[in-house]
């Protein structure tokens, strides 16, 4: 098979694209015939890192058909997340960290992590649902509890999960607020839904969105470090979740204005079999929803695809054809 290889850590010229020797999985494990996968974000913090056995090939999401039954399915890319709801187990990984990934005409995954790929979806778009859609939608739902008719603020619209949140929130009948840092992109964010938005790079964009929304109940975070001014434009008993830290590892919260408020902050990381179940599930039950899907681009041209992540100039998902 083919497959993008990681040789080395650092910058996109280190992966390769080149043949491998088909997947030989282990009992109670499947292979799936990839017709597209995609690229998240975290594939650039294993590609930087250094935390991974090498050679490895990269990936967790990924769509195909599973070549022993001939199912299409969409892949799930937590690998061994366990029985308990609350948080994963100790073995917990993604799948493309210390297990070959996506990024290649064939991948091998435990059976319980293939699902039916979603009638109305395109490969393309099934591929790009699974790690961005599952973080969303445990975010959203499974830990912020998002409810109908409730307001939530999705911090920079523009990535692969927050246009996820943008839909499944509106899915559950929320209303939805953006912050981003231009203003082609709060367009492009209304038209995926969004009520309204600020831009972050304004100093006052707090204010602004209070004044949009009178308060929020739930602020969607990956940024981290806006903590402070995040949990200003909550209203009493407000929730904010966060399940990244591309702003920073730090934050400066106000002691007496979180507990006077009556605010939760709440830490979340990827999802279960249990959430992913619940992903399709909404997402089948509305079948003009589709994600967002930035480009396409060959296997071969796996390198600079990495390279536009890392531009951070797209808005939605790139996914590359396996086939």
């Not at 959203?140 to 307001?151: H, K, Y």
């Amino acid at each position: 098979m083919r497959a993008a290889v990681l040789r080395g850590f650092g910058g996109p010229e280190n992966i390769e694209v080149c043949e491998r020797s088909d997947p030989d999985p282990p009992p109670g494990w499947v292979v799936v015939e990839l017709h597209a996968a995609a690229l998240n974000w975290h594939d650039v913090l294993v590609r930087e890192r250094g935390q991974i056995p090498l050679p490895r090939i990269l990936g967790a999401d990924g769509a195909g058909v599973r070549r022993d039954t001939g199912e299409e399915v969409v892949i799930l890319p937590s690998l061994h997340w366990g029985d308990d709801e609350r948080f994963p187990a100790a073995d917990f990984e993604i799948l493309g960290d210390f297990t070959d990934g996506t990024y290649a005409e064939l991948v091998a995954v435990p059976e319980q992590n293939v699902f039916p790929r979603p009638a109305h979806l395109s490969w393309e778009e099934a591929a790009a649902l699974p790690l961005a859609g599952l973080t969303a939608y445990r975010a959203l739902f499974s830990r912020g509890g998002l409810e109908a008719g409730e307001t939530v603020l999705v911090l920079g619209a523009g990535s692969g999960v927050s246009t996820m949140a943008i839909g499944l929130a509106r899915m559950a009948g929320a209303r939805v607020l953006v912050t981003s840092s231009s203003q082609e992109k709060l367009d492009r964010a209304a038209e995926l839904g969004a009520d309204g938005g600020a831009l972050y790079t304004e100093d006052d964009w707090p204010e602004q969105i209070r004044q949009l929304s009178g308060g929020v109940d739930l602020v969607f975070d990956s940024i981290g470090s806006t903590w402070g001014d995040a949990l200003t434009v909550l209203k009493g008993g407000g929730r904010l979740v966060n399940f990244g830290a591309t702003g920073g590892d730090t934050a400066t919260v106000a002691v007496r204005p979180f507990y006077f408020g009556q605010y939760t902050i709440l830490g979340t990381t990827m999802g279960s079999p249990r959430d992913f179940a619940g992903l399709l599930r909404l997402v089948g039950d509305h079948p003009s929803w589709r994600p967002v899907v930035h480009s396409v681009t060959p296997l071969d041209d796996t390198p600079a695809a990495h390279a536009q992540l890392e531009r951070r100039e797209h808005f939605g998902k790139l996914v590359i054809a396996t086939r």
